[in-house]
């Protein structure tokens, strides 16, 4: 769709028509001036041959996470049968880069993806709004005219695009899953439902790359600019090794849900969040984190995580191992390499309980009501 045509088809919506006509938030600028330089922001491209040769400069970090699909049958499906919203949890910077190559590798074209405006500066501010297809989203701007043009934005490009959004808004800072945002949701249900599907799909690492920066972010309670994070993500991929494991849920048709209707917006959130948390892997390397103590023998922390592994069995979750020693076999070692626990003989201790914590929380969603963890 050109420019100039988008533009039109939204001002023609008539949610932002009536909001021009009402006179509301008037200020020195026209807000006709004001929709359109907020569209001008909000326009991106997707090139889709050089998206893909994107994954040759970008193979350094990309080597070093194994891609990891589960049900992806499911997003082919969709994807044949209509338009579909990719709702996805948020672990890392390498989502934007890991869920659309996994979507790519299995012959699903990769859809523009909602992102963060703090990621659009410098040279990845031009790779994602002219390569791969990133829409810049001021996640805290109160402005209703904002806030209006961004719905009607996404309801025009879902007529011919899909959308890939993280429900969370930002990543995760305390590794837990965060309540959903519905700003996008919302726009999706102002989209043709008839053909229009949710697909739920959770991304999970044995090891986030920049577990140390955002699990001391929690605790700070401000982000750190985005350029000295990358630099500091650079010096923590020395000796990074992970697997990424990217599972898709059941679609989840929009037809049944009233874009008005609040009730039917919050229901449909937390229906899709919920199926998320569900589709989340449950790694060697979350359970060992979840079973620790400050000190303990592998033998007790055999014990523990084999509770917890008939706890989430009984629950239906995403189970990467059957065993407690498969999981310590294969979650310990990692965070040893990694600087988070540290072994003398048959006894290990924590060395860094912040991260610690931050790998225990990736999986507290899935502990039944008064579970001790």
């Known amino acids: 769709m050109r420019p100039d045509d988008l533009t039109r088809a939204v ?3 008539d949610d ?3 909001y021009l006509r009402s006179g509301h938030g008037e200020s020195d600028a026209d807000p006709r001036q004001r929709v359109e330089s907020y569209l001008e922001e909000l326009r991106t491209t997707q090139r889709y041959r050089f998206y893909r040769a994107l994954q040759h400069p970008l193979y350094p970090i990309l080597r070093k996470v194994r891609r990891i699909a589960e049900h992806v049958d499911i997003a082919v499906e969709a994807t044949r049968r209509g338009r579909v919203v990719f709702v996805s949890n948020h672990k890392s910077h390498l989502d ?3 869920e659309p190559l996994v979507l790519d590798d299995n012959g699903v074209r990769p859809p523009l993806v909602a992102a963060g405006i703090n990621l659009f500066g410098g040279a990845l501010g031009l790779l994602h709004r002219h390569v791969t297809g990133a829409i810049p989203i ?3 701007n109160k402005d209703p005219l904002y806030l209006i043009t961004l719905r009607a934005y996404v309801a025009e490009l879902l007529k011919y695009r899909d959308l890939l959004y993280y429900a969370e808004g930002g990543r995760s800072y305390s590794g837990e899953l965060k309540a959903p945002k519905t700003g996008l ?3 999706a249900l102002h989209a043709d439902r008839s053909e229009l599907s949710i697909v739920p799909m959770a991304i999970a690492y044995d090891l986030v790359l920049e577990d140390r920066i955002i699990s001391r972010q929690a605790l700070k309670r401000r982000p750190r600019p985005f350029a000295q994070e990358v630099a500091e993500m650079a010096r923590h991929a020395v000796g990074y090794r992970s697997r990424a494991f990217v599972t898709f849920g059941a679609p989840i048709p929009l037809a049944d849900y009233a874009p008005e209707s609040r ?3 919050v229901k449909l959130a ?3 969040h919920e199926a998320v948390g569900r589709q989340y892997k449950v790694l060697p390397t979350a359970l060992v984190a979840s079973a620790m103590r400050p000190s303990i023998a592998r033998g007790e922390l055999t014990s523990r995580i084999e509770e917890r592994l008939a706890v989430l069995a009984a629950e239906g979750a995403n189970l990467a191992v059957r065993t407690a020693r498969q999981a310590v076999d294969e979650g310990v070692d990692p965070l040893i390499e990694r600087g988070v626990l540290a072994a003398s003989g048959s006894r290990l201790r924590v060395r860094d309980r912040i991260v ?3 790998y225990a929380r990736t999986i507290q969603h899935l502990f039944a009501a008064g579970t001790t963890h």
Do not use: E, F, M, T
């Open 356 to 358: 610690l914590r931050y």
């Open 270 to 272: 937390h229906r899709a």
């Open 11 to 13: 001002l023609a919506r």
């Open 185 to 187: 949701l919302q726009a």
């Open 96 to 98: 934007y880069l890991i």
């Open 138 to 140: 001021r996640r805290n």
């Open 16 to 18: 932002v028509a009536r």
């Open 263 to 265: 009730r039917d917006l």
